[in-house]
């Protein structure tokens, strides 16, 4: 049964409590919350009559957001993870980061991100010791116009060659994850590890729903940045792999082929930038980052 083979006295039943639970919100105080809850109201019982949803299912659903609650906590969060495989992170982010000129475009931050992150100096290492191909990072931060941004502050982070962040081990480890300023110049350089790809955690509902649906939980090799800088909108962006086989189906629906760059692998003994003769492979990749203004509109 659709909504278009309801009965008119059915019909007129429904559209009845939809307009008596957005009446229950005429007394808010701040408008905002109130455009945003009778606008739930409207969309989430719109989905309800269009896909005559059963309460065998209702029941389902309402078991499957209590297990993403209770697996979520300060290391893990899972709603994040739930919103970023339904595309709701990635068309936020696409409503919050209008096109600007040139600026770098955004895309979705993750369930693993952390604050305090340790700083490292120009050069140094962020990956502390985590498995993987050492990889050469280095580029300019500028705003749109062009200019150089001195002392803009970057953060990074990534997984390692088993596809873990740090956070995913029991250990305490702090492990591939930095944040560092960019020089004078607007420059900035450091060493990661060769982004490789990796499952997004799918031990718990999220996962589980992914495999009912036929879905990967494979995430395109990235590696993430977060820039901020006065006056300028903080940009979250991660980069990826040319040439990853994942990047036309990443779960999370991040890739955007402006993101996209060239990570050039050297031989075993080929100087590196900073002078140092790697007794294994490296790779190396330049990410010019453009900043939008704080009030950047297309």
């Not at 990443?250 to 990570?263: A, P």
């Not at 002078?275 to 492979?281: E, L, Q």
């Not at 990749?285 to 900043?291: A, G």
Request: aromatic share 8%; charged share 25%.
């Amino acid at each position: 049964m659709t909504l278009h083979d309801v009965s008119a006295e059915q019909a007129a039943r429904e559209e009845d409590l939809i307009a008596r639970v957005q009446r229950s919100f005429d007394s808010c105080q701040d408008p905002r919350l109130k455009e945003l809850m009778q606008a739930i109201v409207k969309h989430l019982h719109a989905f309800l009559r269009d896909v005559r949803l059963t309460e065998e299912e209702w029941r389902k659903g309402i078991e499957f957001l209590t297990a993403v609650g209770h697996l979520t906590d300060d290391k893990r969060q899972e709603f994040i993870l739930l919103s970023d495989t339904l595309g709701a992170s990635m068309q936020t982010i696409a409503i919050n980061n209008e096109a600007y000129g040139d600026a770098t475009e955004a895309t979705v931050v993750g369930p693993f991100f952390v604050e305090d992150s340790p700083r490292i100096e120009p050069g140094e290492d962020m990956s502390f010791g985590a498995a993987g191909e050492p990889c050469w990072v280095e580029g300019t931060v500028s705003d749109a116009d062009g200019n150089p941004i001195a002392g803009a502050k970057i953060e990074v982070w990534e997984a390692d060659e088993d596809g873990f962040y740090d956070v995913q081990y029991d250990d305490d480890r702090v492990t591939a994850r930095a944040h560092l300023f960019t020089q004078a110049d607007g420059g900035y350089r450091f060493w990661g590890v060769t982004p490789t790809p990796y499952p997004i955690p799918h031990d718990g509902p999220v996962g589980r729903m992914l495999a009912s649906t036929g879905r990967s939980p494979m995430r395109a090799s990235h590696l993430h940045f977060m820039v901020e800088a006065p006056e300028c909108r903080t940009l979250v962006t991660h980069i990826f792999v040319r040439g990853d086989e994942l990047l036309d189906s990443d779960t999370v629906f991040g890739v955007k082929e402006s993101l996209v760059k060239d990570f050039d692998q050297h031989p075993a003994g080929t100087p590196t930038p900073d002078g140092r003769v790697i007794d294994g492979t490296w790779t190396q990749v330049r990410f010019d980052i453009v900043l939008a203004p704080a009030d950047g509109r297309g």
